[in-house]
C-alpha cells in the first residue's frame, strides 16, 4: 500500500479489533467509538468495550459477549482497549513484527528500524529486498476492496447471526501456550494427499496450527527458524522453486482466481467454514477489513511457511505433491485455502497477480483467525495469560471509567520518583519548617 | 477522563477557617463528627462538623515544628499528634488539656492509637529515627521500641494488626498481642517508595500505595496471599508518549463497606472495591493534590484536604495552589460494592 510505505517505521496507531491503522490516536479512538464500542441497539457510542457491555447490559438488558466488527479472536470485551492503549503485549509485539517485516524490508531501512533489531529481522533485510506490498497500487487495491465486499456480503447474508455458537468464544481468547506447539507439528499434520477425510476431519488440525500464526517468534522459541527463513528466500524466485515447499500452492491461486471477479476463495472460503465446529465470526463489515488486508501478506508468508513447513510430512516431495495438491485445491478450492500455503504462493506473484492471491490470502487469513479462535476454544483457558488478561482487567471491568493501560512503548514520568527520601522529608529540611526557626 | 463523570465538588463545603499551611493528615473522630487535622504550619486542628457540612473550629494546638500526623483514639476522647518537633502531643478533648506523650530522636512521621476496643489508650508512634515506640500514656517512657529496618513512612492499625511501612520498601506486620516482634517483615509489592498504607476493615490485609501510581493490596493470612494483587491507577498518559504517573497520597477505607478512596497528588480521587476488583467512582479533577483523606465514623462524610504536597520541589509550589479541607457527603453508591 502506497501509504504505508511512508518513511517513518514507526508504527501508527492501529485498532486491535481490526488491525486497522490510522493517522493519529483520536481517529483511532473515533474508529472505535463507532466501530466497536457502539450500542448496536441504540447506536450510542460508549467509550469501552467492557462499557459497552454494561451499557448493553444494564440499559437494553442483553447481553453482549463479543466486540461488533472485530476480527475473528479479538471479539472478547474483556479486554479493555482505548485507542491504542490497552492491546496485549504479545498481540502488540506480533503486530510490531508483522509491520516491521513489511515495511522494514525494502532498501536496508533498517537504520531506521528505531525499534532496535532482532535478529532474523535482519535476515530479512538483507535476504529479502522486495516487499509484498510494493506493487499494489491504489487502483489493484480497490478492485480488492470491491471483491472482497461482494464476498463479505455473500458472507454476511450466510451468517445473518454472528454471534450464534460464539457464547463462551471471547473468554478463551488468550493466546495459546506454546505447549500445544510440539504437539501440532508431529501430530497436527495432514497429508496434502488425504482429500477424503479432509473435509471432516480438519478441525483438529486447524485448530493446532494458529498458534504459529498467533505469535509467531516472540513466544515460540524454536518459531523463529520456521518462520523467518522462509520469507527471504520466497521473495527470490530462484530460490523459492529450489524450495520443496513452493510447488504444491503454486497452481490453485493463480487459475482459480485469477479469472473472475469475485475469487471463488472468497466465496468458497466460508463455506467449509459452516462444517468446522465454530462457525465463521462475525463477518466484518464490507468496508472495514479493506484495511486489515495490508497486514496480511506478510503474516500468511512466514505463517503458513511455519504451517506448511512443520505440518507437512517431509516425505510429500515437490513432484509428488504437486500432483496431489492441485486436484484437492481444484475441487474444493476453501480446502485450499484453509491449508496452510507456503510463501511461495503469494510472493512470486506480487507483480503480476497481487490483488488476486492478495484476496485469497484474505480467504486464508480469515480462515486462520477462525481457526485460531477454534483452537483457543479448545485448548480451553490458557494459564498465564488467563491470568494475566484478568489481573490486568482489574480496572477495565469497570463500569464508570476505563483505565487506559500504557501501552507498549509508552514511558512513564513519574510526578516524583526521588527512592531515597520522601517528599515530607525533604520538605521538612526546608528553612522554614526546621525546628529552630519556628517559634 | 470520563465522560461521566459528575462533579460533586461544586457541591462540597470547605471546611471553616482552613490550616494557613498544607495538611499532613486528617482524621475523623470514629464517634463523633470531629475532625482533627495536623498541619505544616505547626497547629493540629479540631472541627466539629454537621451532617449539613456545616463546621466551626473546636480547638487547636500547636508542635515546635510541623505536624506530620494525627489519630484518634478509639473511644473518640482523645486526639494524638506527632510532629517535626519529634514530640509526640495529645489532647484530651473532654478537658482540652494538651500533654505530651511521646519523645523521638527524629520527627515522627506516624501516630496511630493500637488499644483495643474499650480499653486504655495505647499510642504507637513511628519516626524517621528508625524506631517505633509504644506509649501508655501516663509514663515519660515507652512501653515497648521495635527497631524499624529504616525510616517510617506511614502507619496503620485495625487492631489486632498494626502495619509499618518505611523507606526502601520495607513493610513491617506487628501483631499486637506481641508488638514489639514483627508478626513479618517484607518488601512492599510494589518497586517504588511506600507512601501510605491503610488496612482493611475486614482486618485480614492492608493496602499499599507507592509513589509510582499504584496500589497494592496485600492480604496477610498466609492462605489468602494467594488473592494479593497490584494495580495501577492515578496516571495521565494524555501527555505525548509520556504517561504522568502520580503518587498516591492517602488510602482510605470507607468504614462500612469496606471499599476504599485513593487520593493522589493528581488532584483526584477515586473509589475502589478491592474485592470485585472495581473502580466504583472516578471523581472529577480538583485543582491541587489531594493531600489526605478520612470518612467520619458512619462513613456519611468525606474529608479530603488539598494543597501542595511538594513533589516537585519549589517550582511546584504555586501560588495558585490553595490549602484547604473539604467535606464531602458520601453517595452510597460510590462506595458500596456493587452486586453482580
Redesign the interface.
Known amino acids: 500500500m502506497g501509504r504505508k510505505k511512508s518513511k517513518k517505521l514507526e508504527l501508527r496507531p492501529w485498532c486491535w479489533y481490526c488491525e486497522r491503522e490510522f493517522e493519529d490516536e483520536k481517529v483511532l479512538i473515533q474508529h472505535q467509538k463507532a466501530k466497536h464500542f457502539k450500542c448496536s441497539i441504540c447506536s450510542r457510542r460508549l ?1 469501552s468495550a467492557g462499557g459497552m457491555v454494561i451499557h448493553v447490559a444494564q440499559v437494553h438488558k442483553e447481553n453482549v459477549k463479543y466486540v461488533p466488527n472485530a476480527l475473528p479472536g479479538r471479539e472478547t470485551p474483556d479486554i479493555e482497549i482505548y485507542g491504542s ?1 490497552g492491546i496485549p503485549e504479545d498481540d502488540f509485539a506480533d503486530y510490531e513484527q508483522r509491520m516491521r517485516e513489511k515495511l522494514g524490508e525494502p532498501a536496508n531501512k533498517k537504520p531506521r528500524n528505531q525499534n532496535g533489531n532482532i535478529s532474523y529481522n535482519d535476515n530479512i533485510s538483507s535476504g529479502g529486498g522486495v516487499t509484498y506490498t510494493a506493487d499494489i497500487d491504489a487502483e489493484q487495491l480497490r478492485q480488492r476492496l470491491e471483491q472482497h465486499r461482494l464476498a463479505m456480503q455473500q458472507q454476511q447474508q450466510q451468517y445473518s447471526m454472528p454471534d450464534f455458537g460464539y457464547s463462551s468464544a471471547p473468554m478463551s481468547l488468550p493466546p495459546v501456550p506454546p505447549p500445544h506447539m510440539p504437539m501440532s507439528h508431529p501430530g497436527g499434520g495432514f497429508p496434502p494427499n488425504a482429500p477424503p477425510g479432509f473435509g471432516g476431519a480438519v478441525a483438529p488440525p486447524y485448530s493446532q496450527m494458529p498458534p504459529g500464526f498467533v505469535r509467531p517468534p516472540p513466544v515460540l522459541p524454536f518459531a523463529p527458524p520456521f518462520s523467518r527463513p522462509p520469507v527471504p528466500p520466497s521473495t527470490h524466485r530462484a530460490s523459492r522453486f529450489s524450495s520443496p515447499l513452493s510447488p504444491p500452492p503454486l497452481p490453485p491461486p493463480i487459475p482459480s482466481i485469477s479469472s473472475s471477479s469475485l475469487p471463488p476463495t472468497l466465496q468458497g472460503a466460508p463455506v467449509p467454514a459452516t462444517g468446522m465446529p465454530r462457525p465463521p465470526l462475525p463477518p466484518p463489515p464490507p468496508g472495514h477489513q479493506l484495511f486489515s488486508r495490508p497486514p496480511v501478506p506478510p503474516p500468511m508468508a512466514s505463517i503458513p511457511g511455519v504451517g506448511s513447513g512443520m505440518q507437512r510430512p517431509p516425505p510429500p516431495l515437490p513432484s509428488n505433491s504437486t500432483h496431489t495438491v492441485t486436484p484437492i485445491s481444484h475441487q474444493s478450492e476453501p480446502t485450499d485455502a484453509l491449508r496452510p500455503r507456503p510463501p511461495a504462493a503469494i510472493s512470486p506473484r506480487t507483480g503480476e497477480q497481487e490483488p488476486h492471491t492478495g484476496g485469497s490470502s484474505i480467504g486464508k487469513h480469515n480462515i486462520a483467525r477462525q481457526t485460531q479462535q477454534i483452537n483457543k476454544q479448545s485448548s480451553g483457558p490458557v494459564g498465564s495469560d488467563v491470568g494475566h488478561a484478568s ?1 490486568t ?3 477495565d ?10 501501552a507498549k ?20 529540611q526546608l528553612p522554614r ?3 529552630a526557626s ?2 | 477522563m470520563d465522560s461521566n463523570q459528575t462533579d460533586p465538588q461544586i457541591r462540597d463545603v470547605e471546611i471553616n477557617q482552613p490550616p494557613s499551611d498544607s495538611v499532613s493528615e486528617l482524621a475523623f473522630n470514629p464517634k463523633a463528627n470531629f475532625l482533627a487535622a495536623s498541619s505544616w504550619d505547626n497547629e493540629v486542628r479540631i472541627w466539629e462538623v454537621m451532617d449539613t457540612g456545616a463546621s466551626a473550629g473546636k480547638a487547636s494546638y500547636s508542635h515546635q515544628a510541623p505536624a506530620l500526623c494525627c489519630a484518634w483514639s478509639k473511644d473518640g476522647s482523645k486526639v494524638a499528634s506527632g510532629g517535626a518537633d519529634k514530640a509526640g502531643r495529645m489532647m484530651d478533648i473532654s478537658t482540652g488539656q494538651t500533654t505530651q506523650i511521646a519523645q523521638h530522636d527524629g520527627p515522627i512521621r506516624c501516630i496511630k492509637f493500637v488499644e483495643a476496643e474499650n480499653s486504655s489508650p495505647i499510642v504507637a508512634t513511628a519516626s524517621w529515627d528508625k524506631t517505633l515506640k509504644y506509649w501508655d500514656l501516663r509514663q515519660q517512657s515507652p512501653i515497648g521500641t521495635v527497631n524499624l529496618p529504616e525510616r517510617a513512612y506511614a502507619m496503620d492499625c485495625n487492631h489486632p494488626m498494626l502495619v509499618v511501612a518505611t523507606a526502601e520498601r520495607k513493610v513491617l506486620i506487628f501483631n499486637l498481642s506481641n508488638p514489639t516482634v514483627p508478626f513479618d517483615t517484607g518488601e512492599s509489592p510494589l518497586k517504588w517508595q511506600t507512601r501510605t498504607v491503610s488496612c482493611f476493615t475486614s482486618g485480614d490485609g492492608y493496602a499499599i500505595g507507592s509513589i509510582e501510581g499504584r496500589v497494592g493490596i496485600q492480604y496477610v493470612e498466609p492462605k489468602l496471599k494467594d488473592k494479593s494483587f497490584s494495580f495501577k491507577c492515578h496516571r495521565d498518559p494524555s501527555k505525548g508518549v509520556e504517561t504522568l504517573v502520580y503518587a498516591i497520597n492517602s488510602i482510605t477505607h470507607h468504614p462500612i463497606y469496606g471499599t476504599f478512596v485513593t487520593g493522589s497528588n493528581d488532584g483526584s480521587f477515586v473509589s475502589w472495591d478491592k474485592d470485585s476488583r472495581h473502580k466504583l467512582k472516578t471523581y472529577a479533577k480538583l485543582d491541587a493534590p489531594v493531600l489526605s483523606s478520612a470518612f467520619n465514623g458512619d462513613g456519611k462524610l468525606f474529608a479530603y484536604a488539598i494543597g501542595y504536597d511538594w513533589a516537585q520541589g519549589y517550582k511546584g509550589n504555586l501560588s495558585t495552589i490553595k490549602n484547604t479541607i473539604k467535606l464531602h457527603a458520601v453517595q452510597e453508591e460510590d462506595v458500596k460494592p456493587k452486586q453482580r
Open positions: 467509550n492503549l489481573l482487567a482489574f480496572v471491568a469497570s463500569a464508570n471509567a476505563p483505565m487506559p493501560k500504557p512503548g509508552r514511558t512513564t514520568l513519574l510526578v516524583y520518583s526521588d527512592a531515597q527520601l520522601s517528599v515530607e522529608e525533604r520538605r521538612a519548617y526546621r525546628l519556628t517559634s
